[in-house]
């Protein structure tokens, strides 16, 4: 409900405005000893457990088979046009906004659920920006050491800038405590 309520309010925000822009969102929230994230678009989260990097949320691009499928019973198509693209111009298959293409391009999110304990050190939410030039392993690896959360995030996006992102960059990254809950900070470009 909340990511189709966003979807709503951005919607009438874009249609007021004459625009037609859209977004991509990871969240997660904590619920007792569970992390719940949710996901449109290509923005990513993973965590690390136990030293490895686990994706916790699934990219939606229009050339998985499913999605694809979805946009075409939905009265749409895929095209290649330097990546796969709905309509011919959007490169993912799940945002907030994009009016123009709502009707296949949905804010229905994918849920994942994590169980938080101690083996659970961080979880890294990021846009494509970051994705795009840094792989799931270089990212955890990178920041493992780093103790300070902002410090961290702050590490990714400085990364992803030096590799020369060619997309926005936004970065937050979690630390869970041993038994003393989380601390996070985020960053942006």
């Not at 909340?2 to 919607?11: I, K, P, Q, V, W």
């Not at 804010?107 to 970051?130: H, R, T, V, W, Y």
Request: charged content about 25%.
């Amino acid at each position: 409900d909340a990511y189709n309520h966003t979807d709503s309010e951005f919607l009438k925000s874009e249609n007021n405005q004459n625009r037609d822009a859209g977004s991509t969102a990871s969240t997660a929230i904590l619920v007792g000893d569970r992390l719940l994230v949710a996901n449109v678009g290509d923005s990513r989260a993973v965590i690390c457990r136990g030293g490895e990097a686990i994706a916790v949320s699934r990219d939606h691009k229009p050339d998985q088979t499913d999605e694809r499928q979805r946009i075409e019973e939905a009265g749409g198509f895929v095209m290649w046009a330097g990546t796969w693209r709905v309509g011919g111009v959007l490169a993912v298959s799940r945002a907030f906004g994009d009016r123009l293409l709502k009707q296949y391009v949905v804010a229905d999110p994918e849920i994942q659920e994590e169980k938080i304990d101690s083996s659970l050190e961080f979880l890294i939410l990021a846009s494509d920006g970051l994705w795009d030039v840094v792989t799931n392993e270089e990212a955890v690896a990178m920041i493992k050491p780093i103790e300070d959360a902002e410090a961290a995030a702050k590490r990714l996006m400085q990364e992803a800038y030096q590799r020369g992102s060619a997309d926005n960059i936004t970065c937050v990254v979690v630390r869970f405590l041993a038994n003393q809950g989380c601390s996070s900070q985020s960053s942006s470009m």
